[in-house]
């Protein structure tokens, strides 16, 4: 049982990250009912575990969002069809509220979500700058949107987490949530760690660093955040996402020795203040979604 002194700060910091992942819009998902529908993977899952620590969840969706620039064709759809350069907070709460919802809402709910998003997909196509032909359902950008997130909430995991889950319990994550991928019409899904280092390999001759995507990289800079200390907090959460991104994206992305540097320091202070934060997340959906199933908190971590 925490001190009396610091629950008022778990509920102070509480409240400060609901005020930046928080959708205003109404999903209608109750995580506490029905009594016993454990979702679409449940408390016995790898993804339960790793989408279950916020400090990497936080830092993996900022590496995934940066990680998505390098694609042309994927990057067209953000910049043509979404307000990201007006709103960048606002795509990371639909990505949490997407992610939150298929890994721990009621399997009705999870399927819901899964078909809404399928639809909002069927409106965004159009054309890059070089006239090549893109759609939010093409397969193939479906499986790299997904793969630039669940590698990066997986590595958050490893580094804000826990380093030593063993392999095994790695390539489960990715097996078990290459279902959600394939149920929005992803092909040829990475399955293990293995694949997921071959596909990005496979992959790199097509990516590239733009305009569109320094541009892209600079509205996460200037990101504004309802929080105090706005500024100090973003730079943590930018420079821990920074960091958990594999060496050839930062090849790509020209990422200076300096830049580097100050991503290993923010995610030093990630790690510092994790432990807070996780207190501080305890009423959150993944403990909701455990109690709902009858499942303890352990199952909310690899043993």
């Known amino acids: 049982m925490p001190l009396p002194i610091i629950n008022p700060i778990h509920a102070a910091l509480r409240q400060a990250i609901i005020n930046v992942v928080a959708t205003t819009e109404d999903f209608g998902i109750d995580y506490d009912a029905p009594i016993g529908d454990a979702g679409l993977f449940g408390p016995d899952s790898a993804t339960w575990k790793v989408h279950a620590d916020f400090p990497g969840m936080m830092a993996g969706g900022i590496a995934a969002l940066m990680l998505q620039t390098l694609h042309p064709r994927a990057l067209a759809g953000v910049w043509d069809h979404s307000r990201f350069r007006e709103d960048p907070l606002g795509r990371l709460r639909r990505t949490t509220m997407f992610v939150a919802a ?28 070089d006239g090549e032909f893109y759609s939010a359902r093409d397969p193939e950008l479906l499986t790299w949107v997904h793969c630039t997130e669940m590698y990066s909430f997986l590595n958050g995991y490893l580094r804000y987490r826990r380093a030593d889950v063993p392999r095994a319990k790695q390539d489960r994550y990715f097996d078990e949530t290459a279902r959600i991928a394939e149920a929005l019409g992803a092909r040829n899904v990475p399955r293990s760690a293995t694949q997921m280092t071959q596909y990005f390999e496979g992959l790199q001759p097509e990516l590239r660093f733009d305009e569109r995507s320094r541009d892209t990289l600079a509205v996460l800079e200037r990101m ?16 821990s996402g920074a960091a958990l991104l594999p060496a050839w994206a930062r090849t790509f992305m020209h990422r200076s020795a300096t830049q580097q540097a100050t991503d290993r320091i923010a995610a030093g202070a990630l790690n510092a203040i994790a432990p807070v934060i996780r207190a501080s997340m305890r009423e959150g959906v993944a403990f909701r979604s455990a109690r709902r199933v009858g499942a303890d908190e352990d199952s909310l971590v690899f043993d």
């Open 102 to 129: 298929t890994s721990y809402a009621p399997r009705a709910d999870a399927e819901r979500i899964i078909d809404r998003v399928d639809r909002m997909h069927a409106r965004v196509q159009g054309h890059t700058p």
């Open 224 to 239: 504004p955040l309802p929080v105090p200390l706005s500024a100090v907090a973003r730079r943590m959460f930018l420079g």
